[in-house]
């Protein structure tokens, strides 16, 4: 999503790197690439003109000038104030009382239906009973829609085709929660192209009815600074508690992002970084800043991968690894794991200097040659998969002809996967030889 912003801060930020002297007019000219760069990311003026007199009121102190390192210290500065500028702190949901209410608003295409089913999958897996109310009763599809997302999702959904009062409809939603021991209800409400009377005085009816806890307004990353505009309309009419924002993954400028917080006064709390359900995420102001920055994000890194991957399946792939028993199953085992973190590109994007490994990098090839992979074992035998070396010049052309493949991109899995193997054989018997002589490898030197 920050590409583009992120490419222009980092080039700011080496011209930093190189100042061995800060003068108020380096630092002006600095500040000035910044602003440009905040600017043609469609963050609304006003916030990032306020951002750089932030910047330049700490930037131009006698604390910087006589630092060691002045333009390390800069690039601090503007990253503390960018975490401020997106929230401090990550601003979690309200499921106070029982059951707890939300209503997701905002225009039609931004993703409300959407984010109301990744919102309930998020809410189950932290042990909560979520339902989902079908409360646009405009738009058909929109109920169908929302159905299919229960049903994926194995949660409830509540709908009434024939109720076209939104009113009625959350009173027997009330009963039916209560009935079925559901504690947080997620009323899916009805959007319009733009903001107008009728569609905002029946929210204030439905928010009257059920008191709702949170008030999230559903926006899309890619309408910039106009998303800020329709935040304010409905924070006056409703008194929202927060954003979700949407489509991060897309190549929105950000806009919305950078300035809703500064504008609304309201924090962004969620934030929807891809199109499957499991791609939802609370929002983290420090963590965004970092990917802005180019810092990446490794602890947003490290809890994918603990949701995703079986700790103890890969421990006992390491163990096999480490005594050279490690299988083409196992291989496929792992890649079906790495599979789970997401789409490569998302992974390293969130590495420290990620996107500058993303430049000019064919990631789709990579993504295909894994699918080939997968697909080239999958077309073996159990046995074939344990033993390799069974793997003649007949079974070759039956696996090839089965994965869609060329007899040549089999035999060349295979032979990488030898390679594999034979490195995994010298490394267990060099940790044994290390062992006896009583002495340990470097660190790092292997897992563990």
């Given at each position: 999503m920050?590409?583009s912003l992120?490419?222009?801060?980092?080039?700011?930020?080496?011209?930093l790197?190189?100042l061995?002297?800060?003068s108020?007019?380096?630092?002006?000219?600095s500040?000035?690439?910044?602003?440009?760069?905040?600017?043609?990311a469609?963050v609304?003026?006003?916030?990032a003109?306020?951002f750089?007199?932030?910047?330049?009121?700490?930037?131009i102190?006698?604390?910087?000038i006589r630092?060691?390192?002045?333009g390390q210290?800069?690039?601090k500065?503007?990253h503390?104030?960018l975490?401020a500028?997106?929230?401090?702190?990550?601003?979690?949901?309200?499921?106070?009382?029982?059951p707890?209410c939300?209503l997701m608003v905002?225009?039609?295409?931004?993703?409300k239906?959407t984010?109301?089913?990744k919102?309930?999958r998020?809410?189950?897996?932290?042990?909560?009973a979520?339902l989902?109310?079908a409360?646009?009763v405009?738009?058909?599809a929109?109920m169908?829609?929302l159905?299919?997302?229960g049903e994926?999702l194995?949660?409830?959904?509540?709908?009434?085709?024939?109720?076209?009062?939104v009113v009625?409809i959350a009173?027997a939603?009330?009963?039916?929660?209560?009935a079925?021991?559901?504690?947080?209800?997620?009323?899916?409400t009805?959007?319009?192209?733009q903001?107008?009377?009728?569609?905002?005085q029946?929210?204030?009816?439905?928010r009257?009815?059920?008191?709702?806890r949170?008030?999230?307004?559903v926006?899309d990353?890619?309408t910039?600074?106009?998303?800020v505009?329709?935040a304010?309309h409905?924070d006056?009419?409703?008194g929202?508690?927060?954003?979700?924002?949407t489509?991060l993954d897309?190549?929105?400028?950000g806009?919305?992002?950078?300035s809703?917080k500064?504008?609304?006064?309201?924090?962004i709390k969620?934030?929807?970084?891809?199109?499957?359900?499991?791609?939802?995420e609370?929002?983290h102001?420090?963590r965004?800043?970092?990917r802005?920055?180019?810092?990446?994000?490794v602890?947003?890194l490290?809890?994918?991968?603990?949701e995703a991957?079986?700790?103890?399946?890969?421990?006992r792939?390491?163990?096999?690894?480490?005594?050279?028993?490690f299988?083409l199953?196992?291989?496929?085992?792992?890649?079906?794991?790495?599979?789970k973190?997401?789409p490569?590109?998302?992974?390293?994007?969130l590495?420290?200097?990620?996107?500058?490994?993303?430049?000019?990098?064919?990631l789709?090839?990579?993504e295909r040659?894994f699918?080939?992979?997968?697909?080239?074992?999958?077309?073996?035998t159990?046995?074939e998969?344990r033993?390799?070396?069974?793997l003649n010049a007949k079974?070759?052309?039956?696996?090839?002809?089965?994965?869609?493949?060329k007899v040549?991109?089999?035999?060349?899995?295979?032979?990488r996967f030898?390679?594999?193997?034979q490195?995994?054989k010298?490394?267990g018997?060099?940790?044994k030889?290390?062992a006896?002589?009583?002495?340990?490898p470097?660190?790092?030197?292997f897992?563990r």
């Amino acid at each position: 999503m920050f590409d583009s912003l992120t490419s222009k801060l980092q080039d700011v930020f080496r011209d930093l790197r190189g100042l061995g002297r800060i003068s108020e007019t380096n630092v002006s000219e600095s500040l000035r690439e910044v602003r440009l760069a905040l600017l043609d990311a469609d963050v609304n003026f006003k916030v990032a003109r306020d951002f750089i007199e932030r910047v330049r009121e700490k930037a131009i102190g006698q604390e910087v000038i006589r630092s060691i390192q002045p333009g390390q210290q800069i690039i601090k500065i503007i990253h503390d104030e960018l975490v401020a500028l997106l929230g401090s702190e990550n601003a979690s949901l309200d499921l106070g009382g029982s059951p707890a209410c939300i209503l997701m608003v905002g225009l039609h295409g931004s993703g409300k239906t959407t984010s109301s089913g990744k919102l309930a999958r998020m809410l189950e897996k932290q042990g909560r009973a979520p339902l989902l109310i079908a409360a646009d009763v405009y738009r058909p599809a929109a109920m169908d829609q929302l159905a299919t997302l229960g049903e994926q999702l194995g949660v409830p959904v509540f709908v009434q085709k024939e109720e076209k009062d939104v009113v009625r409809i959350a009173r027997a939603a009330l009963v039916f929660a209560v009935a079925n021991q559901r504690n947080v209800l997620i009323f899916d409400t009805a959007g319009r192209l733009q903001i107008d009377e009728p569609l905002v005085q029946e929210l204030v009816r439905l928010r009257d009815e059920v008191h709702p806890r949170e008030i999230l307004l559903v926006l899309d990353a890619a309408t910039g600074q106009e998303a800020v505009n329709v935040a304010t309309h409905f924070d006056q009419a409703l008194g929202m508690t927060g954003a979700v924002l949407t489509k991060l993954d897309g190549d929105a400028r950000g806009g919305a992002a950078l300035s809703f917080k500064a504008v609304v006064g309201k924090p962004i709390k969620l934030m929807g970084v891809g199109e499957k359900l499991e791609d939802f995420e609370p929002f983290h102001p420090e963590r965004m800043a970092q990917r802005i920055l180019g810092m990446g994000d490794v602890v947003s890194l490290v809890e994918k991968a603990a949701e995703a991957v079986d700790v103890e399946e890969a421990m006992r792939i390491e163990e096999r690894m480490r005594k050279g028993q490690f299988t083409l199953q196992d291989f496929l085992d792992q890649l079906r794991q790495m599979k789970k973190l997401g789409p490569i590109e998302t992974i390293v994007g969130l590495l420290p200097g990620g996107g500058d490994m993303l430049k000019g990098a064919d990631l789709a090839k990579g993504e295909r040659e894994f699918r080939r992979m997968e697909g080239i074992i999958c077309s073996m035998t159990p046995q074939e998969r344990r033993s390799p070396n069974i793997l003649n010049a007949k079974r070759r052309v039956r696996i090839a002809n089965g994965s869609g493949v060329k007899v040549s991109e089999v035999n060349n899995l295979l032979n990488r996967f030898n390679q594999m193997q034979q490195m995994m054989k010298k490394m267990g018997k060099f940790k044994k030889m290390m062992a006896r002589m009583g002495g340990a490898p470097l660190p790092g030197m292997f897992p563990r």
